[in-house]
DNA sequence: ATGAAAGCGCTAACAG
DNA sequence: CTGTTAGCGCTTTCAT
């Protein structure tokens, strides 16, 4: 069944049936009607391949991300696919589960399926595979990591106001032995906590001396909190986590030492991912919209597609980040 | 860039470049590889949507689920993907939020894309919008709630090995007043899963009066441990869940109440998502494992599609269940 | 073994 | 306002 079919039956030309579907203002509204009224009887749905060849245009948009099972993304794969419901397009998403060849095979699928743009939320991708995608002109945008290009839309990610407002927070609460559990080194993002975090003691005069080191999983949280609670130095009263999942395993591991969250430990974590809010206690944490993310995301790539005449000098897009008030934090308890 | 760009560089005819791609044994290998070395140079990708035109075959399996934000799917969306991956093809996902709009939008996205299958796990459908798809022949799997029919797969789940696991389990902890809180009523699974726990208590004379809905997130969790204490009757030593996200409410209301898990209190979960491992304490439930389902149900794809001849009688396959031990179980406490 | 040519289903000039 | 027709980029007969 086809556009010829349609014709045939609804006594027009194939040209009428492609107007009257695509809803041509300048169509017959009588043979408009025929026209829907056969497609209807037959249940005939376009073929999308065939569109999207003589069109130029998938109306498919890439969403590479580095890991699906990781509980940061879901919602952002969520709200992308409602706003590529809401604006008739598809999702090609592909997770590169950190393998350089996954990654590779990413770039080519999108490429062999001729997608309309691809945002790119890995937190960290060789430049190498870039250049296909650029060579292509595919319009692309970044979260963090992006390089400034042409048809390269960025959304940079304003870690200082969620960090300052949770270092500060922490204060207020008199703890001055504030502990931070970075993120792995060679993670752009986590770096740039860090810095936020070193940046934000220093303003109201702490040290940021006791820093350890994470990877953003549960397990690296609880090795963590144990490196810290081993430390022959004044142990902290509070911790600041690069991620939500860091924080959820210092809250697990805490429990089994049986150190009480929040009377002897304050934690904050970083991300709001939903499960934030069902720790035992909820958790404090530094909101970085996941769903606002993916509107930024999707909002980049419908305007460099829809209009690709316009200011193509890469725009940015700033997502601003801050804290959540939950009940992982109390007072300092004894000085 | 095109094949025919390809075939002009490298002195041949569109045919056989097209040979030399999909690897046609027949071609010379002389010919191949100064294909091959010009598609190389010229970073040359097939377009996939003018090969499905012709072929008559996407490439795309569609993907059917609830909710990618409920964590029982991001492990099956991954295998899935993983699985598409080594087989080149691509998982067109979509998520109903469970919305008859949205479920209705997606098969019509499925077959406008003209999927070569459909994996449909939602748990629950609607018979009618098969039609469409069972009119266009495309190849269905469904999880537990599939007609039987030609062309469509069935995994079915037994739910009974793995709670009688549960069941008995409690039971050699001399546990004898178990509650169960079960999932809503009008899912087929969370129906199976409440007859289970009945006939496995029945089974060793157990009477399972101590049943409480549910509905199947962690808030219902919490609301249905609130129910189950405020009864006038003997309370329960130990509670089986219709799956984890329940159990883990009701965790997180126990710990508010100064309920020691598992001293108090023997909680088991259904499903053994990931985050059942990361609970306070690891949480003992019943694996329904979710690589293992979405194995199958691209094996189901798979073979539905690359043999369309063969034994179209709607194959049944079957997970089993069984009891995962962690540490949310104990001896009960006093009789 | 290779090439010429038809055609997959649709859209978009162009003509009328 | 409607119809005719030429492709979109590829695979696949059918000849050679």
Known sequence: MDIREIARRAKVSTATVSRAINRVPTVDPQLSRRVWKVVDELGYYPNTQARALVSGRSRIFGLIVSEITNPFFPEIVQTFENLAVENNYEILLTS???????????????????????????????????????????????VDVGPDAPHIANIRIDYQNGIRQAVQHLAALRHSRIAFIAGPHHLKSAMARRSAFQHAMAEIGLPSTLIVEGDHTLEGGMRALNELIGMRRKQPTAILCSNDMTAIGVIREAYDHEIKIPSDLSIIGFDDIRLAQFTTPPLTTVQMSQVELARLAFQALMDETERPSLANRGSEYTLVTSLILRRSTALASSP
């Open 96 to 142: 590169t589960v950190h393998d350089p060849k996954r990654m590779e095979s990413s770039v080519r699928r999108m490429i062999e399926r001729r997608v309309d743009g691809v945002a790119i939320l890995t937190f960290g991708m060789e430049e190498s595979l870039l250049e296909h995608l650029r060579f292509r002109k595919v319009p692309l945008v970044f």
